[in-house]
């Protein structure tokens, strides 16, 4: 079982960037406007039209998805100006810079961590080496999203076996790697490497072993999913515009140092430990050793 613990700054965001709005937002906009919320219907009919012709840079800011879930994303206009020609004739130029709530909400409520747990085999030691292997069976989210799937596997050395003495404390080199996917939306993986210390203090059927380690680490999600903009006509006569998303994220996280502890108590080993990076994880497990 592990968590990953995430502080305040990961649960709102504030960003710039590119869009385009859906009629929808853009009446919300037009309708909520001081300005353009008291024009007749035809007017606000063409301002809507051109809105949605155009994309702007927008400000988009709320809670991410790890946020409060009483709080909704706004999308704001940031001074975008527009200019229509009038049905009396002319022209009129509109600037906008109010805000409005998108449907978007933050879902897991201000979570301070986020656990996600899974059994584990180990095989080993053959040689130094031990090979760990963990899977989840396939569960159901959704209709909409499909299903959650988690694999990983791992495997550790321990130089020290070719060598012709003892040395005071153990050594071993280590890769692990695992990957999560969502449906055919969203895909995570994970891969670290290091080197880790350890010392057993005690007897066979009863001991404590302290650890350390440091590794380097890297990890990355790719989404896709497809963005459909209500009312606005696409070029084969569909009455809206389905717009493919795909983007990939790298994870913040390059490095980490690691401290922790198993208790070995006959067949039982309960460890815990710490690392500290960009993020906090914790992690612990209760094992039984055949």
């Known amino acids: 079982a592990m968590g990953t613990m995430f502080g305040d700054e990961s649960k709102e ?4 960037t ?3 709005l859906g009629y929808n937002e853009a009446s919300n906009i037009v309708n909520s406007d001081p300005t353009t919320s008291i024009l007749p219907q035809s007017y606000k009919d063409l301002i809507v039209s051109k809105l949605v012709q155009n994309e702007f840079t927008l400000r988009i800011f709320g809670p991410t998805i790890l946020g409060d879930s009483s709080k909704n994303v706004q999308v704001n206009m940031n001074g975008n100006s527009i200019t229509i020609t009038k049905p009396t004739g002319g022209t009129a130029t509109y600037t906008f810079n ?19 747990a899974a059994p584990q085999l180990t095989f080993g030691t053959i040689f130094g080496t031990t090979l760990a292997v963990r899977y989840l069976p396939s569960v159901k ?51 670290t490497m290091g ?27 790719d989404v896709k999913y497809d963005f459909v903009l209500t009312g606005v006509p696409d070029t084969k006569g569909n009455p809206n515009t389905t717009i493919p998303i795909t983007f990939n994220l790298e994870g913040e996280n390059k490095s980490r140092i690691t401290v922790g502890a198993s208790i070995k108590i006959l067949l039982f080993n309960i460890n815990a430990d710490y690392s500290i990076g960009k993020y906090k994880i914790f992690s612990g497990g209760v094992s039984v050793i055949i």
């Open 13 to 16: 965001f504030d960003v710039k």
């Open 195 to 221: 080197a880790y210390v350890s010392k057993k203090l005690g007897w066979g059927a009863l001991n404590i072993t302290p650890y350390g380690g440091f590794a380097v680490e890297s990890s990355n999600v």
């Open 18 to 20: 590119k869009f385009r």
């Open 141 to 191: 989210i959704s209709e909409d999203l499909g299903e959650f799937k988690y694999t990983g596997f791992g495997i550790q050395h321990n130089p020290a076996v070719w060598l012709p003495f003892a040395l005071p404390l153990d050594f071993s080199v280590g890769y692990f790697t695992q990957k999560m996917t969502v449906g055919k939306y969203f895909e995570a993986k994970a891969t």
């Open 98 to 116: 109010n805000s409005i709530k998108t449907g978007a909400k933050g879902v897991l409520n201000n979570l301070k961590a986020m656990p996600l």
